[in-house]
Protein backbone atom coordinates (compact mmCIF):
# COMPACT_ATOMS: atom_id res chain seq x y z
CA UNK A 1 0.00 0.00 0.00
CA UNK A 2 1.01 3.47 -0.89
CA UNK A 3 0.02 5.72 1.40
CA UNK A 4 1.65 9.16 -0.09
CA UNK A 5 2.61 9.13 -3.61
CA UNK A 6 4.35 12.38 -4.61
CA UNK A 7 5.30 13.21 -8.08
CA UNK A 8 8.10 10.92 -8.16
CA UNK A 9 11.14 10.14 -10.35
CA UNK A 10 12.51 6.43 -10.36
CA UNK A 11 15.67 4.79 -10.70
CA UNK A 12 14.58 4.03 -14.32
CA UNK A 13 15.28 7.81 -14.79
CA UNK A 14 18.99 5.34 -15.83
CA UNK A 15 17.40 2.61 -17.01
CA UNK A 16 19.86 0.36 -18.81
CA UNK A 17 22.51 0.89 -17.82
CA UNK A 18 24.31 -2.18 -19.40
CA UNK A 19 28.10 -1.13 -20.05
CA UNK A 20 29.70 -2.87 -23.06
CA UNK A 21 26.35 -0.89 -19.81
CA UNK A 22 -4.57 -9.62 -11.47
CA UNK A 23 -7.42 -11.72 -10.77
CA UNK A 24 -8.83 -9.54 -8.17
CA UNK A 25 -11.53 -10.59 -6.03
CA UNK A 26 -14.90 -9.31 -7.30
CA UNK A 27 -16.16 -6.38 -4.56
CA UNK A 28 -19.42 -4.67 -5.30
CA UNK A 29 -18.77 -1.06 -6.93
CA UNK A 30 -20.03 1.71 -4.81
CA UNK A 31 -19.97 5.68 -5.45
CA UNK A 32 -17.86 8.46 -3.54
CA UNK A 33 -19.96 11.11 -1.90
CA UNK A 34 -21.66 13.88 -3.57
CA UNK A 35 -24.39 16.56 -3.37
CA UNK A 36 -23.48 16.27 0.76
CA UNK A 37 -23.19 12.62 1.41
CA UNK A 38 -20.74 11.52 3.84
CA UNK A 39 -18.77 8.41 2.33
CA UNK A 40 -15.69 6.24 3.84
CA UNK A 41 -13.47 7.13 0.36
CA UNK A 42 -12.98 9.61 -2.74
CA UNK A 43 -11.70 9.00 -6.26
CA UNK A 44 -11.07 11.26 -9.27
CA UNK A 45 -14.21 10.08 -11.43
CA UNK A 46 -16.66 9.25 -7.74
CA UNK A 47 -16.32 5.53 -7.70
CA UNK A 48 -14.98 3.10 -5.74
CA UNK A 49 -13.98 -0.53 -5.76
CA UNK A 50 -14.17 -1.56 -1.79
CA UNK A 51 -17.51 -1.16 0.35
CA UNK A 52 -17.40 0.54 3.70
CA UNK A 53 -16.76 -1.92 5.78
CA UNK A 54 -14.43 -3.78 3.66
CA UNK A 55 -11.73 -5.75 6.18
CA UNK A 56 -8.66 -5.27 3.66
CA UNK A 57 -7.24 -4.64 0.45
CA UNK A 58 -7.25 -7.38 -1.89
CA UNK A 59 -3.67 -7.83 -3.55
CA UNK A 60 -1.95 -7.92 0.64
CA UNK A 61 -1.88 -10.99 3.01
CA UNK A 62 -3.75 -9.71 6.18
CA UNK A 63 -2.13 -12.52 8.56
CA UNK A 64 1.21 -11.29 6.85
CA UNK A 65 3.73 -12.03 10.00
CA UNK A 66 5.68 -9.26 11.91
CA UNK A 67 9.51 -9.15 12.33
CA UNK A 68 12.39 -9.39 10.60
CA UNK A 69 15.07 -6.73 8.74
CA UNK A 70 13.90 -5.38 5.05
CA UNK A 71 17.14 -3.71 3.53
CA UNK A 72 17.52 -2.34 -0.13
CA UNK A 73 18.64 0.77 -1.54
CA UNK A 74 16.86 3.71 -2.95
CA UNK A 75 14.54 3.24 -6.19
CA UNK A 76 11.91 5.90 -5.78
CA UNK A 77 13.22 9.99 -5.07
CA UNK A 78 10.68 12.88 -4.74
CA UNK A 79 11.11 16.53 -4.05
CA UNK A 80 14.65 16.91 -2.09
CA UNK A 81 15.77 13.20 -2.25
CA UNK A 82 18.49 11.50 -3.87
CA UNK A 83 19.28 7.97 -4.55
CA UNK A 84 22.84 8.71 -3.77
CA UNK A 85 22.76 10.35 -0.52
CA UNK A 86 21.17 12.49 2.67
CA UNK A 87 21.75 14.71 4.91
CA UNK A 88 18.05 15.73 6.57
CA UNK A 89 15.41 14.35 7.63
CA UNK A 90 12.99 17.24 6.04
CA UNK A 91 12.17 15.81 2.80
CA UNK A 92 9.39 18.04 2.08
CA UNK A 93 11.07 21.41 0.96
CA UNK A 94 13.77 21.98 -1.40
CA UNK A 95 16.89 22.27 1.00
CA UNK A 96 18.98 19.92 1.57
CA UNK A 97 18.84 16.41 0.88
CA UNK A 98 16.43 14.26 2.57
CA UNK A 99 16.13 10.93 3.82
CA UNK A 100 14.21 8.71 1.87
CA UNK A 101 12.06 6.62 3.75
CA UNK A 102 10.49 9.77 5.58
CA UNK A 103 7.16 9.43 4.68
CA UNK A 104 6.65 5.80 6.41
CA UNK A 105 7.18 8.18 9.76
CA UNK A 106 4.08 9.81 8.82
CA UNK A 107 0.10 9.50 7.85
CA UNK A 108 -1.54 11.35 5.90
CA UNK A 109 -5.50 11.98 5.29
CA UNK A 110 -6.11 8.89 2.96
CA UNK A 111 -4.66 5.93 2.02
CA UNK A 112 -4.52 5.07 -2.02
CA UNK A 113 -6.11 1.84 -2.87
CA UNK A 114 -2.81 -0.23 -5.10
CA UNK A 115 -5.57 -2.20 -7.82
CA UNK A 116 -7.01 1.07 -8.40
CA UNK A 117 -6.08 3.70 -10.73
CA UNK A 118 -6.73 6.88 -7.91
CA UNK A 119 -9.19 5.73 -4.98
CA UNK A 120 -8.28 6.62 -1.80
CA UNK A 121 -9.88 5.30 1.79
CA UNK A 122 -10.12 6.84 5.29
CA UNK A 123 -6.60 6.85 7.32
CA UNK A 124 -6.04 9.57 9.77
CA UNK A 125 -9.69 10.98 8.56
CA UNK A 126 -11.71 8.35 8.72
CA UNK A 127 -14.55 9.64 5.99
CA UNK A 128 -15.15 12.68 4.01
CA UNK A 129 -18.03 15.03 3.12
CA UNK A 130 -17.87 16.38 -0.01
CA UNK A 131 -20.01 19.93 -1.59
CA UNK A 132 -22.24 19.37 -4.46
CA UNK A 133 -19.88 21.72 -6.37
CA UNK A 134 -17.08 19.45 -4.94
CA UNK A 135 -15.10 22.66 -4.14
CA UNK A 136 -15.71 21.96 -0.01
CA UNK A 137 -14.34 18.70 1.44
CA UNK A 138 -14.90 17.87 5.26
CA UNK A 139 -12.95 15.46 6.63
CA UNK A 140 -14.16 13.80 10.02
CA UNK A 141 -10.39 13.07 12.11
CA UNK A 142 -10.03 9.62 13.47
CA UNK A 143 -10.44 9.61 17.46
CA UNK A 144 -7.33 7.33 17.92
CA UNK A 145 -5.18 8.54 15.73
CA UNK A 146 -1.81 10.09 17.58
CA UNK A 147 1.62 11.12 17.24
CA UNK A 148 4.33 8.79 18.64
CA UNK A 149 4.36 10.97 21.49
CA UNK A 150 0.88 9.86 22.59
CA UNK A 151 -0.39 13.19 22.05
CA UNK A 152 -3.58 13.31 19.85
CA UNK A 153 -3.49 14.03 16.10
CA UNK A 154 -6.22 16.56 15.43
CA UNK A 155 -7.59 18.02 12.79
CA UNK A 156 -5.46 21.40 13.64
CA UNK A 157 -2.37 19.36 12.95
CA UNK A 158 -3.91 18.36 9.58
CA UNK A 159 -4.81 22.35 8.57
CA UNK A 160 -1.53 23.42 9.77
CA UNK A 161 0.29 21.11 7.47
CA UNK A 162 -1.73 22.05 4.48
CA UNK A 163 -1.01 25.54 5.07
CA UNK A 164 2.57 25.14 5.89
CA UNK A 165 3.38 23.29 3.00
CA UNK A 166 1.29 25.55 0.42
CA UNK A 167 3.62 28.15 1.81
CA UNK A 168 6.83 26.90 2.72
CA UNK A 169 7.08 23.45 1.09
CA UNK A 170 8.96 21.55 -2.12
CA UNK A 171 8.23 24.27 -4.82
CA UNK A 172 6.45 20.92 -7.07
CA UNK A 173 4.13 20.89 -3.30
CA UNK A 174 3.51 24.33 -3.86
CA UNK A 175 2.11 24.13 -7.48
CA UNK A 176 0.22 21.88 -6.73
CA UNK A 177 -1.33 22.91 -4.01
CA UNK A 178 -2.24 26.06 -6.60
CA UNK A 179 -6.01 25.12 -6.07
CA UNK A 180 -6.19 24.53 -2.21
CA UNK A 181 -7.82 27.66 -1.05
CA UNK A 182 -7.51 26.85 2.67
CA UNK A 183 -7.47 24.51 5.39
CA UNK A 184 -9.46 25.29 8.75
CA UNK A 185 -9.99 23.11 11.61
CA UNK A 186 -13.60 24.01 12.63
CA UNK A 187 -12.37 21.58 15.70
CA UNK A 188 -10.15 18.87 16.74
CA UNK A 189 -12.31 16.14 14.61
CA UNK A 190 -13.22 18.52 11.64
CA UNK A 191 -10.77 19.53 8.71
CA UNK A 192 -12.79 21.70 5.87
CA UNK A 193 -10.64 21.98 2.89
CA UNK A 194 -11.75 24.66 0.49
CA UNK A 195 -10.47 24.85 -3.31
CA UNK A 196 -10.60 27.19 -5.95
CA UNK A 197 -13.41 27.13 -8.57
CA UNK A 198 -12.12 25.45 -11.83
CA UNK A 199 -9.84 23.68 -9.24
CA UNK A 200 -7.44 20.86 -10.79
CA UNK A 201 -9.76 17.29 -10.66
CA UNK A 202 -6.53 15.52 -9.02
CA UNK A 203 -6.07 18.33 -5.94
CA UNK A 204 -8.46 17.14 -3.10
CA UNK A 205 -6.85 13.47 -3.68
CA UNK A 206 -2.71 14.70 -3.29
CA UNK A 207 -4.22 16.92 -0.48
CA UNK A 208 -5.33 14.04 1.47
CA UNK A 209 -2.09 11.92 0.63
CA UNK A 210 -0.11 14.89 2.01
CA UNK A 211 1.72 14.00 5.35
CA UNK A 212 0.10 15.47 8.49
CA UNK A 213 3.28 17.12 11.03
CA UNK A 214 2.52 17.94 14.30
CA UNK A 215 1.52 21.70 14.87
CA UNK A 216 2.67 21.79 18.43
CA UNK A 217 6.46 20.09 16.99
CA UNK A 218 6.91 23.28 14.63
CA UNK A 219 5.77 25.49 16.98
CA UNK A 220 9.22 26.61 18.09
CA UNK A 221 10.96 25.28 15.18
CA UNK A 222 11.24 26.73 11.71
CA UNK A 223 9.79 24.23 9.24
CA UNK A 224 11.65 25.34 5.92
CA UNK A 225 15.10 24.24 7.34
CA UNK A 226 17.39 21.13 7.01
CA UNK A 227 17.84 19.31 9.43
CA UNK A 228 19.17 16.29 10.84
CA UNK A 229 16.36 16.57 14.39
CA UNK A 230 13.96 13.81 14.30
CA UNK A 231 10.38 15.04 13.67
CA UNK A 232 7.42 14.18 15.63
CA UNK A 233 5.70 11.56 13.28
CA UNK A 234 2.12 9.34 13.16
CA UNK A 235 3.08 6.80 11.02
CA UNK A 236 3.92 2.91 11.48
CA UNK A 237 7.80 3.29 11.67
CA UNK A 238 10.22 6.37 13.29
CA UNK A 239 13.84 6.89 12.32
CA UNK A 240 16.23 4.89 14.48
CA UNK A 241 20.11 4.22 13.72
CA UNK A 242 21.63 6.41 11.00
CA UNK A 243 24.85 7.54 9.98
CA UNK A 244 24.68 11.01 7.04
CA UNK A 245 25.63 9.68 3.79
CA UNK A 246 25.83 5.83 4.47
CA UNK A 247 22.35 4.58 5.59
CA UNK A 248 19.20 4.73 7.83
CA UNK A 249 16.89 2.32 9.57
CA UNK A 250 13.08 3.02 10.23
CA UNK A 251 12.11 0.88 13.70
CA UNK A 252 8.71 -0.63 13.57
CA UNK A 253 6.45 0.96 16.04
CA UNK A 254 5.04 -1.76 17.71
CA UNK A 255 1.58 -0.26 19.09
CA UNK A 256 0.98 1.88 15.91
CA UNK A 257 -2.50 3.45 16.74
CA UNK A 258 -3.61 2.24 12.59
CA UNK A 259 -2.04 -1.15 12.56
CA UNK A 260 -6.00 -2.52 12.50
CA UNK A 261 -7.37 0.15 10.10
CA UNK A 262 -8.74 -1.78 6.88
CA UNK A 263 -6.29 0.44 5.15
CA UNK A 264 -2.82 -1.23 6.91
CA UNK A 265 -4.00 -4.46 7.98
CA UNK A 266 -1.24 -7.05 6.37
CA UNK A 267 1.27 -4.25 5.38
CA UNK A 268 4.20 -2.78 7.50
CA UNK A 269 5.33 -6.12 8.55
CA UNK A 270 9.24 -6.00 8.90
CA UNK A 271 10.38 -4.98 12.23
CA UNK A 272 13.56 -2.92 10.56
CA UNK A 273 13.65 -1.04 6.84
CA UNK A 274 16.79 -0.15 6.06
CA UNK A 275 17.99 2.16 2.95
CA UNK A 276 21.72 2.14 1.93
CA UNK A 277 23.63 4.48 -0.12
CA UNK A 278 26.01 4.06 -2.41
CA UNK A 279 27.41 6.64 -4.72
CA UNK A 280 28.43 3.75 -7.80
CA UNK A 281 26.24 1.30 -8.87
CA UNK A 282 28.63 -1.21 -9.58
CA UNK A 283 30.04 -1.10 -5.66
CA UNK A 284 26.11 -1.02 -5.00
CA UNK A 285 26.04 -4.43 -6.33
CA UNK A 286 28.91 -5.41 -4.92
CA UNK A 287 27.65 -4.58 -1.71
CA UNK A 288 24.03 -6.67 -2.15
CA UNK A 289 26.38 -10.17 -3.13
CA UNK A 290 28.16 -9.45 -0.15
CA UNK A 291 24.47 -9.25 1.98
CA UNK A 292 24.93 -5.93 2.74
CA UNK A 293 21.37 -5.05 1.90
CA UNK A 294 18.73 -7.47 1.22
CA UNK A 295 16.57 -6.42 -1.60
CA UNK A 296 17.70 -4.78 -5.07
CA UNK A 297 15.45 -3.78 -8.18
CA UNK A 298 17.74 -3.65 -11.00
CA UNK A 299 18.30 -0.96 -12.99
CA UNK A 300 21.61 -1.96 -15.33
CA UNK A 301 20.84 -4.06 -18.00
CA UNK A 302 24.74 -5.33 -18.13
CA UNK A 303 24.71 -6.43 -14.51
CA UNK A 304 21.32 -8.16 -14.73
CA UNK A 305 22.54 -10.03 -17.70
CA UNK A 306 26.38 -10.94 -16.95
CA UNK A 307 26.63 -10.85 -13.29
CA UNK A 308 23.77 -12.59 -11.11
CA UNK A 309 26.19 -16.37 -11.26
CA UNK A 310 27.31 -15.61 -8.26
CA UNK A 311 27.49 -18.39 -5.76
CA UNK A 312 24.21 -17.24 -3.47
CA UNK A 313 22.17 -17.00 -7.19
CA UNK A 314 23.54 -20.52 -8.22
CA UNK A 315 22.74 -22.47 -4.79
CA UNK A 316 19.43 -20.59 -4.24
CA UNK A 317 19.65 -18.41 -1.67
CA UNK A 318 19.16 -15.26 -3.29
CA UNK A 319 16.24 -15.30 -5.76
CA UNK A 320 15.17 -13.51 -9.28
CA UNK A 321 12.10 -12.61 -10.52
CA UNK A 322 11.22 -10.12 -13.39
CA UNK A 323 7.41 -8.66 -12.05
CA UNK A 324 5.38 -6.49 -14.44
CA UNK A 325 5.02 -3.18 -14.22
CA UNK A 326 1.48 -2.28 -15.34
CA UNK A 327 1.93 1.53 -14.75
CA UNK A 328 2.69 4.02 -16.97
CA UNK A 329 6.43 3.92 -17.33
CA UNK A 330 6.75 7.89 -18.17
CA UNK A 331 9.32 9.93 -20.47
CA UNK A 332 12.54 8.72 -19.93
CA UNK A 333 15.34 10.98 -22.08
CA UNK A 334 17.76 13.69 -22.25
CA UNK A 335 15.68 16.84 -21.65
CA UNK A 336 17.33 20.08 -23.68
CA UNK A 337 16.97 23.41 -21.88
CA UNK A 338 15.52 25.49 -24.31
CA UNK A 339 15.34 28.29 -21.67
CA UNK A 340 19.03 28.75 -23.15
CA UNK A 341 19.81 30.39 -26.85
CA UNK A 342 21.22 27.90 -28.44
CA UNK A 343 18.39 25.72 -28.26
CA UNK A 344 15.75 27.81 -29.05
CA UNK A 345 15.45 26.36 -32.93
CA UNK A 346 13.59 22.88 -32.54
CA UNK A 347 15.13 22.12 -36.03
CA UNK A 348 18.28 22.26 -33.53
CA UNK A 349 16.72 19.69 -31.08
CA UNK A 350 15.47 17.33 -33.58
CA UNK A 351 18.82 17.48 -34.88
CA UNK A 352 20.07 16.26 -31.89
CA UNK A 353 17.69 13.85 -31.61
CA UNK A 354 18.72 12.48 -35.05
CA UNK A 355 22.19 12.46 -33.67
CA UNK A 356 21.49 9.33 -31.51
CA UNK A 357 21.36 5.97 -32.50
CA UNK A 358 18.70 4.10 -30.25
CA UNK A 359 18.92 0.76 -32.00
CA UNK A 360 23.10 0.77 -31.83
CA UNK A 361 22.84 1.64 -27.90
CA UNK A 362 20.04 -1.11 -26.99
CA UNK A 363 22.16 -3.74 -29.04
CA UNK A 364 25.65 -2.80 -28.07
CA UNK A 365 24.94 -1.56 -24.69
CA UNK A 366 21.60 -2.73 -23.28
CA UNK A 367 21.29 -6.38 -24.17
CA UNK A 368 18.37 -5.59 -26.25
CA UNK A 369 16.15 -5.41 -23.36
CA UNK A 370 14.59 -2.10 -23.83
CA UNK A 371 12.22 -0.29 -26.85
CA UNK A 372 12.14 3.36 -27.68
CA UNK A 373 10.41 5.83 -25.82
CA UNK A 374 8.21 8.04 -27.73
CA UNK A 375 6.12 9.55 -25.17
CA UNK A 376 5.98 11.25 -21.74
CA UNK A 377 2.68 8.79 -21.43
CA UNK A 378 4.28 5.77 -22.62
CA UNK A 379 3.05 2.62 -22.07
CA UNK A 380 -0.02 3.85 -21.39
CA UNK A 381 -3.05 4.56 -23.14
CA UNK A 382 -2.81 8.19 -23.13
CA UNK A 383 -0.11 7.89 -26.12
CA UNK A 384 -0.75 9.68 -29.57
CA UNK A 385 -1.43 7.40 -31.93
CA UNK A 386 -1.97 7.77 -35.87
CA UNK A 387 -4.17 11.08 -36.84
CA UNK A 388 -5.90 12.77 -34.30
CA UNK A 389 -9.35 11.49 -33.63
CA UNK A 390 -12.11 13.89 -34.32
CA UNK A 391 -12.38 14.50 -30.11
CA UNK A 392 -8.46 15.58 -30.56
CA UNK A 393 -9.19 17.52 -33.12
CA UNK A 394 -11.58 19.77 -31.08
CA UNK A 395 -9.32 20.35 -28.57
CA UNK A 396 -6.21 21.12 -31.46
CA UNK A 397 -8.01 23.17 -33.83
CA UNK A 398 -8.83 26.75 -31.84
CA UNK A 399 -4.24 26.46 -31.75
CA UNK A 400 -3.69 26.07 -35.66
CA UNK A 401 -1.32 27.86 -36.76
CA UNK A 402 0.49 28.08 -33.72
CA UNK A 403 1.80 24.96 -33.41
CA UNK A 404 3.09 22.74 -35.85
CA UNK A 405 1.12 21.54 -38.29
CA UNK A 406 2.14 17.91 -37.95
CA UNK A 407 -0.11 17.89 -34.90
CA UNK A 408 -3.00 17.82 -37.04
CA UNK A 409 -1.21 14.24 -38.71
CA UNK A 410 0.71 11.50 -37.83
CA UNK A 411 2.54 12.42 -34.15
CA UNK A 412 6.19 13.37 -33.88
CA UNK A 413 8.35 9.72 -32.75
CA UNK A 414 12.28 9.38 -32.69
CA UNK A 415 13.58 7.95 -36.40
CA UNK A 416 15.25 4.44 -36.45
CA UNK A 417 18.28 3.86 -37.35
CA UNK A 418 20.22 1.10 -39.25
CA UNK A 419 21.73 0.61 -35.65
CA UNK A 420 25.44 0.72 -37.30
CA UNK A 421 25.90 3.31 -34.70
CA UNK A 422 26.76 6.37 -37.37
CA UNK A 423 23.57 6.16 -39.05
CA UNK A 424 24.84 8.51 -42.72
CA UNK A 425 21.16 9.13 -44.07
CA UNK A 426 19.91 10.48 -40.89
CA UNK A 427 23.44 12.16 -39.93
CA UNK A 428 22.26 13.86 -43.15
CA UNK A 429 19.55 15.00 -42.30
CA UNK A 430 20.48 16.33 -39.01
CA UNK A 431 23.38 18.67 -41.33
CA UNK A 432 20.31 19.91 -43.54
CA UNK A 433 18.43 20.97 -40.36
CA UNK A 434 21.50 22.27 -38.56
CA UNK A 435 22.03 24.35 -41.91
CA UNK A 436 18.59 25.51 -42.01
CA UNK A 437 18.28 26.73 -38.10
CA UNK A 438 21.58 28.85 -39.77
CA UNK A 439 23.85 26.87 -37.77
CA UNK A 440 27.33 26.41 -40.42
CA UNK A 441 30.73 25.45 -40.32
CA UNK A 442 33.46 27.77 -39.99
CA UNK A 443 36.87 26.52 -39.23
CA UNK A 444 35.77 22.81 -39.01
CA UNK A 445 33.37 23.81 -36.26
CA UNK A 446 29.38 24.11 -36.47
CA UNK A 447 28.82 27.54 -35.14
CA UNK A 448 25.73 29.40 -33.71
CA UNK A 449 24.06 32.32 -35.95
CA UNK A 450 26.03 35.10 -33.75
CA UNK A 451 29.36 33.20 -34.46
CA UNK A 452 29.90 31.10 -31.40
CA UNK A 453 30.93 27.74 -31.33
CA UNK A 454 27.92 25.66 -31.15
CA UNK A 455 28.85 23.56 -27.27
CA UNK A 456 26.91 21.21 -25.70
CA UNK A 457 27.06 19.64 -21.61
CA UNK A 458 25.65 16.76 -20.92
CA UNK A 459 25.50 16.29 -17.30
CA UNK A 460 25.09 13.36 -15.24
CA UNK A 461 25.78 11.79 -11.73
CA UNK A 462 26.63 8.52 -12.25
CA UNK A 463 29.55 7.37 -13.86
CA UNK A 464 27.80 3.89 -15.03
CA UNK A 465 25.57 6.37 -17.29
CA UNK A 466 28.83 7.40 -19.52
CA UNK A 467 28.71 4.87 -22.40
CA UNK A 468 25.53 5.63 -23.26
CA UNK A 469 27.30 9.25 -24.24
CA UNK A 470 29.93 7.45 -26.39
CA UNK A 471 28.44 7.20 -29.27
CA UNK A 472 26.08 10.11 -29.58
CA UNK A 473 28.96 12.70 -28.64
CA UNK A 474 30.77 10.64 -31.43
CA UNK A 475 27.91 11.43 -33.83
CA UNK A 476 27.88 15.11 -33.02
CA UNK A 477 31.15 15.50 -33.54
CA UNK A 478 30.73 14.29 -37.05
CA UNK A 479 28.12 17.14 -37.38
CA UNK A 480 30.56 19.42 -35.91
CA UNK A 481 29.11 20.10 -32.78
CA UNK A 482 31.57 19.82 -29.50
CA UNK A 483 29.68 17.81 -27.11
CA UNK A 484 31.28 16.59 -23.51
CA UNK A 485 29.84 15.25 -20.70
CA UNK A 486 30.32 16.60 -17.22
CA UNK A 487 29.98 14.18 -14.02
CA UNK A 488 29.40 15.73 -10.64
CA UNK A 489 28.00 14.58 -7.54
CA UNK A 490 24.64 13.81 -6.51
CA UNK A 491 24.12 17.04 -4.23
CA UNK A 492 25.75 18.94 -7.33
CA UNK A 493 23.71 17.74 -9.75
CA UNK A 494 20.41 17.82 -7.70
CA UNK A 495 21.74 21.96 -7.17
CA UNK A 496 22.17 22.41 -10.52
CA UNK A 497 19.20 20.47 -11.94
CA UNK A 498 17.02 22.57 -9.68
CA UNK A 499 18.60 25.84 -10.71
CA UNK A 500 17.97 24.46 -14.22
CA UNK A 501 21.72 25.08 -14.78
CA UNK A 502 22.56 22.42 -17.61
CA UNK A 503 22.44 22.20 -21.33
CA UNK A 504 21.18 18.53 -21.42
CA UNK A 505 20.24 15.86 -18.29
CA UNK A 506 19.05 12.96 -18.31
CA UNK A 507 16.09 12.21 -16.20
CA UNK A 508 12.97 10.22 -16.19
CA UNK A 509 9.08 12.04 -15.60
CA UNK A 510 6.56 9.56 -13.93
CA UNK A 511 3.34 9.64 -15.11
CA UNK A 512 -0.26 8.83 -12.60
CA UNK A 513 -1.99 6.76 -14.27
CA UNK A 514 -5.06 9.91 -13.58
CA UNK A 515 -2.94 12.57 -14.56
CA UNK A 516 -4.40 16.11 -12.71
CA UNK A 517 -2.44 18.82 -11.49
CA UNK A 518 0.42 16.60 -11.78
CA UNK A 519 0.48 17.66 -15.21
CA UNK A 520 1.71 21.14 -14.18
CA UNK A 521 5.27 20.60 -12.65
CA UNK A 522 5.93 18.66 -15.96
CA UNK A 523 4.66 21.25 -18.43
CA UNK A 524 3.33 24.14 -17.54
CA UNK A 525 4.33 27.74 -17.98
CA UNK A 526 4.60 28.73 -14.59
CA UNK A 527 6.82 25.55 -13.73
CA UNK A 528 9.42 26.47 -16.17
CA UNK A 529 10.04 30.03 -14.24
CA UNK A 530 9.85 27.60 -11.24
CA UNK A 531 12.94 26.58 -10.04
CA UNK A 532 13.09 22.83 -8.64
CA UNK A 533 9.97 22.02 -10.86
CA UNK A 534 10.04 18.64 -13.45
CA UNK A 535 10.08 20.83 -16.20
CA UNK A 536 13.59 20.29 -17.16
CA UNK A 537 13.62 21.36 -20.71
CA UNK A 538 11.65 24.65 -19.80
CA UNK A 539 8.43 24.44 -21.88
CA UNK A 540 6.70 27.21 -21.88
CA UNK A 541 4.28 27.04 -24.68
CA UNK A 542 0.32 28.51 -24.30
CA UNK A 543 -1.07 25.71 -26.31
CA UNK A 544 0.32 23.24 -23.93
CA UNK A 545 -0.74 25.44 -21.33
CA UNK A 546 -3.95 25.26 -21.93
CA UNK A 547 -4.35 21.42 -23.04
CA UNK A 548 -3.17 20.47 -19.52
CA UNK A 549 -5.74 22.57 -18.40
CA UNK A 550 -8.26 20.89 -20.43
CA UNK A 551 -6.51 17.45 -19.14
CA UNK A 552 -7.25 18.90 -15.15
CA UNK A 553 -10.74 20.02 -16.25
CA UNK A 554 -12.02 15.94 -17.57
CA UNK A 555 -15.29 15.22 -16.23
CA UNK A 556 -15.00 11.45 -17.52
CA UNK A 557 -11.72 9.22 -17.85
CA UNK A 558 -12.35 9.17 -21.68
CA UNK A 559 -12.40 13.15 -21.52
CA UNK A 560 -8.96 12.94 -19.82
CA UNK A 561 -7.17 10.39 -22.22
CA UNK A 562 -8.34 12.57 -25.22
CA UNK A 563 -6.55 15.91 -23.56
CA UNK A 564 -3.65 14.13 -22.82
CA UNK A 565 -3.25 12.31 -26.15
CA UNK A 566 -3.83 16.20 -27.92
CA UNK A 567 -1.30 17.30 -24.96
CA UNK A 568 1.12 14.61 -26.65
CA UNK A 569 1.19 15.78 -29.37
CA UNK A 570 1.70 19.26 -29.48
CA UNK A 571 5.08 18.25 -26.70
CA UNK A 572 6.37 15.63 -28.94
CA UNK A 573 5.81 18.16 -32.20
CA UNK A 574 7.86 20.43 -29.87
CA UNK A 575 11.40 18.51 -29.98
CA UNK A 576 11.93 19.20 -26.22
CA UNK A 577 13.79 16.15 -25.08
CA UNK A 578 15.60 13.47 -27.01
CA UNK A 579 13.05 9.89 -25.64
CA UNK A 580 15.36 7.20 -24.56
CA UNK A 581 13.91 3.95 -23.65
CA UNK A 582 11.47 1.80 -21.47
CA UNK A 583 10.88 -1.66 -20.25
CA UNK A 584 7.34 -3.05 -18.79
CA UNK A 585 8.78 -5.11 -15.99
CA UNK A 586 10.94 -5.36 -12.87
CA UNK A 587 13.34 -6.94 -12.60
CA UNK A 588 14.35 -7.95 -9.02
CA UNK A 589 16.74 -10.02 -6.94
CA UNK A 590 16.81 -10.54 -3.34
CA UNK A 591 17.96 -13.22 -0.35
CA UNK A 592 15.43 -15.75 0.00
CA UNK A 593 14.35 -14.66 3.49
CA UNK A 594 11.03 -12.92 2.14
CA UNK A 595 7.63 -13.73 0.76
CA UNK A 596 5.32 -11.46 -1.08
CA UNK A 597 1.78 -11.37 -2.39
CA UNK A 598 1.47 -13.53 -5.27
CA UNK A 599 -0.35 -10.56 -7.51
CA UNK A 600 1.13 -7.24 -7.39
CA UNK A 601 -1.59 -4.58 -7.82
CA UNK A 602 -1.63 -3.05 -11.22
CA UNK A 603 -1.00 0.28 -9.80
CA UNK A 604 1.25 -0.22 -7.10
CA UNK A 605 4.94 1.68 -7.21
CA UNK A 606 7.35 -0.81 -7.53
CA UNK A 607 6.98 -4.37 -6.62
CA UNK A 608 5.19 -3.43 -3.23
CA UNK A 609 8.32 -3.87 -1.13
CA UNK A 610 8.70 -3.23 1.48
CA UNK A 611 4.85 -2.40 2.45
CA UNK A 612 3.44 -5.54 1.50
CA UNK A 613 6.30 -8.16 1.90
CA UNK A 614 6.74 -9.97 5.18
CA UNK A 615 9.72 -11.55 7.09
CA UNK A 616 9.60 -15.51 6.51
CA UNK A 617 11.61 -16.81 9.13
CA UNK A 618 11.62 -20.62 7.53
CA UNK A 619 13.24 -19.65 4.14
CA UNK A 620 16.31 -17.44 6.77
CA UNK A 621 16.41 -20.56 8.22
CA UNK A 622 17.38 -22.36 5.58
CA UNK A 623 20.08 -19.44 4.69
CA UNK A 624 21.71 -20.13 7.65
CA UNK A 625 21.90 -23.14 7.08
CA UNK A 626 23.31 -23.56 3.86
CA UNK A 627 26.28 -20.91 4.81
Not at 139 to 150: L, S, V, Y
Not at 216 to 241: C, H, M, Q, W
Request: aromatic share 12%.
Amino acid sequence: MSRFRPPSLSRRHVLGLGVGVLALTHVRPTRASEGGAEAHGMSAFGDLNYPADFQHFDYINPAAPKGGTFSLIPSVRAYNQSFFTFNSFNAFILKGEGAQGMDMTFMPLMARANDEPDAMYGLAAKSVWISADKLTYRFTMRPEAKFHDGSRLTARDAAFSLATLKEKGHPLIIVQLRDLVKAEAIDDATLVVTFAEKRARDVPLYVAGLPIFSQAYYSNRPFDESTLDIPLGSGPYKVGKYEVNRFVEYERVKDWWAADLPVCRGSYNFDVVRYEFYRDRDVAFEGFTGKNYLFREEFTSRIWATRYDFPAVKDGRVKRETLPDQLPSGGQGWFINTRRDKFKDPRVREALICAFDFEWTNKTVMYGTYARTRSPFQNSDMVADGPPSADELKLLEPFRGQVPDEVFGQPFAPPVSDGSGQDRALLRKAQQLLQEAGLEIKDGKRRLPNGEVFNVEFLIDEPSFQPHHATFIKNLGQLGIEAGIRLIDAVQFRARVEDFDFDITVERLSMSPTPGDSLRPYFSSQAAATKGSYNYAGVANPAIDALVEKAIGAETRTDLTTACRALDRVFRAGRYWIPQWYRSTHPIAYWDQFSHPEKTPRYAQGVGAPENWWYDAAKAAKIEQAK
